[in-house]
């Protein structure tokens, strides 16, 4: 047995552990998350439960990967996805520290999060040029493109913020997000092949899964914005370090779908006054209404909890299976 496979499988009991024993700890201490008012009505019974539980997820998979590093020497693209990882989870655990200490669902502005996501950005161009300045491959041609300094910065900074708040709106429903993240982070390791990608994602495949034991259905413990920020930085800079930053549209494309139906739901009211969806993002268009139902123009759905993430998770093993045949045609 290699210490990848040893130490990821010991993973997954540890994050359970972990994960429960945090949730019990901030449920004795009453620390929990507030539910946003203009969301469905029977989320409100979720009120109260603990969250940012996605920073046990970063402390344990950041260990793992550290242990590793004794037979798999670290490269500046390790520290890239690291440090990404971390920068990102900092602005989560910002923006989760003033909603739980304000006990309000709001914590950061939409403007302080987009500036902060755009410092880290930044920053992390200018101290990691070397392990981003790669060729990138196109989806569905042969070959590699070369960008300018200008145009891989652009890249840079589309992909970590389209990355976190892709993430972050997913994180809506009860083991949602991190079912995805899982097929998300496969569908990369399936398209990038190199060992830096290996012995960053499987660990944090290995943790998601012990991660779920407690946010399935009903979850015990969030993951919070500090998990959602965490999970997109690192598949931002995993996606970017391997060239495979172009495929993210296909291989997240259920970010791509819950990102797209909140544009989409905003403009379309701004411009008609009217809904395109029963709500956004588009994961809650499925769920089952207990409350009196807004008119909206697509017909909705009305699915138990549990069978919509089920689903979605379905729908983005498909996205994966299209980002391969996209790499192979």
Same mark, same amino acid.
């Given at each position: 047995?290699?210490?990848?496979?040893?130490?990821?499988?010991?993973?997954?009991?540890?994050?359970?552990?972990?994960?429960?024993?945090?949730?019990?700890?901030?449920?004795?201490?009453?620390?929990?998350?507030?539910?946003?008012?203009?969301?469905?009505?029977?989320?409100?019974?979720?009120?109260?439960?603990?969250?940012?539980?996605?920073?046990?997820?970063?402390?344990?998979?950041?260990?793992?990967?550290?242990?590793?590093?004794?037979?798999?020497?670290?490269?500046?693209?390790?520290?890239?996805?690291?440090?990404?990882?971390?920068?990102f989870a900092a602005i989560?655990?910002?923006?989760?520290?003033?909603?739980?200490?304000?006990?309000?669902?709001?914590?950061?502005?939409?403007?302080?999060?987009?500036?902060?996501?755009?410092?880290?950005?930044?920053?992390?161009?200018?101290?990691?040029?070397?392990?981003?300045?790669?060729?990138?491959?196109?989806?569905?041609?042969?070959?590699?493109?070369?960008?300018?300094?200008?145009?891989?910065?652009?890249?840079?900074?589309l992909v970590f913020l389209?990355?976190?708040?892709?993430?972050?709106?997913?994180?809506?429903?009860?083991?949602?997000?991190?079912?995805?993240?899982?097929?998300?982070?496969?569908?990369?390791?399936?398209?990038?092949?190199?060992?830096?990608?290996? #012995?960053?994602?499987?660990?944090?495949?290995?943790?998601?899964?012990?991660?779920?034991?407690?946010?399935?259905?009903?979850?015990?413990?969030?993951?919070?914005?500090?998990?959602?920020?965490?999970?997109?930085?690192?598949?931002?800079?995993?996606?970017?370090?391997?060239?495979?930053?172009?495929?993210?549209?296909? #291989?997240?494309?259920?970010?791509?779908?819950?990102?797209?139906?909140?544009?989409?739901?905003?403009?379309?009211?701004?411009?008609?006054?009217?809904?395109?969806?029963?709500?956004?993002?588009?994961?809650?268009?499925?769920?089952?209404?207990?409350?009196?139902?807004?008119?909206?123009?697509?017909?909705?759905?009305?699915?138990?909890?549990?069978?919509?993430?089920?689903?979605?998770?379905?729908?983005?093993?498909?996205?994966?299976?299209l980002a391969l045949l996209?790499?192979?045609?």
């Amino acid at each position: 047995m290699t210490p990848l496979t040893l130490v990821s499988l010991a993973l997954i009991p540890a994050c359970a552990i972990a994960s429960s024993a945090a949730a019990n700890l901030m449920r004795a201490r009453s620390v929990g998350q507030s539910i946003r008012p203009v969301g469905p009505a029977h989320h409100a019974t979720k009120a109260g439960t603990p969250t940012m539980g996605g920073g046990v997820l970063l402390v344990l998979w950041a260990s793992a990967v550290g242990i590793l590093s004794a037979w798999y020497p670290p490269t500046r693209a390790t520290a890239f996805v690291l440090v990404a990882g971390g920068a990102f989870a900092a602005i989560g655990a910002a923006d989760d520290l003033i909603s739980v200490s304000r006990r309000r669902s709001m914590g950061l502005s939409a403007i302080a999060k987009i500036g902060l996501s755009t410092v880290a950005a930044i920053g992390l161009f200018f101290a990691f040029g070397d392990a981003i300045t790669v060729p990138m491959r196109i989806p569905f041609v042969t070959g590699t493109i070369a960008l300018p300094p200008a145009a891989t910065f652009a890249l840079v900074w589309l992909v970590f913020l389209s990355t976190t708040n892709g993430a972050n709106l997913t994180d809506g429903l009860d083991g949602l997000a991190a079912g995805v993240v899982i097929l998300v982070v496969a569908g990369i390791l399936l398209l990038a092949r190199s060992q830096e990608c290996v #012995v960053l994602g499987i660990p944090l495949v290995a943790g998601l899964v012990g991660f779920l034991w407690i946010n399935a259905h009903p979850a015990g413990l969030f993951l919070g914005d500090v998990g959602s920020f965490f999970l997109g930085g690192v598949i931002a800079a995993l996606s970017l370090s391997t060239g495979v930053a172009l495929f993210l549209p296909i #291989v997240a494309g259920v970010f791509v779908l819950e990102v797209g139906s909140v544009i989409v739901q905003v403009a379309i009211f701004k411009m008609t006054g009217r809904r395109l969806f029963r709500m956004s993002p588009l994961h809650h268009h499925f769920e089952q209404a207990h409350e009196q139902r807004r008119e909206h123009v697509l017909p909705a759905f009305s699915w138990p909890e549990g069978k919509v993430v089920v689903r979605f998770w379905i729908v983005q093993a498909g996205f994966v299976g299209l980002a391969l045949l996209a790499d192979r045609l």
